[in-house]
């Protein structure tokens, strides 16, 4: 079993900047691809990006592409979303997983094995 925590989420307004971070413990694997998802309301969840944790290669949805950055952790185990030039419909309530079967469907929500709880972002004026 995999453990996430997200952590970072807030209130910020249009142009801000908004860091979130997903700390993973239990059996961690260097075969991982640790992704962010986001759900608005009334939305299904939306892959926004992930990243292989052994060679590091990332990868985004358009929207998001030049304004977020994900990244392995200073500290072992986590994963942060940098999150710049925020816009209204960013907000959402953002999710860390985990999954070791991912392959190439980084976008595929059902490919990951494990989640957070979830944090919520606000983008508002």
Known sequence: QVQLVESGGGLVRPGDSL?????????TSSTY????????PGKERE?????????GMTYY??????????????????VSLQMNSLKPEDTAVYYCAAGSRV?????????YDYWGQGTQVTVSS
Request: with cysteine.
């Open 19 to 27: 860091r979130l971070s997903c700390a993973a413990s239990g059996r």
């Open 33 to 40: 691809v640790m992704g962010w998802f986001r759900q608005a």
């Open 47 to 55: 892959f926004v990006a992930a990243i292989r944790w052994t060679g």
């Open 61 to 78: 949805v358009d929207s998001v592409r030049g304004r977020f950055t994900i990244s392995r952790g200073s500290a072992r185990n986590t």
């Open 103 to 111: 392959g190439g469907s980084y976008y595929d929500a059902v490919k």
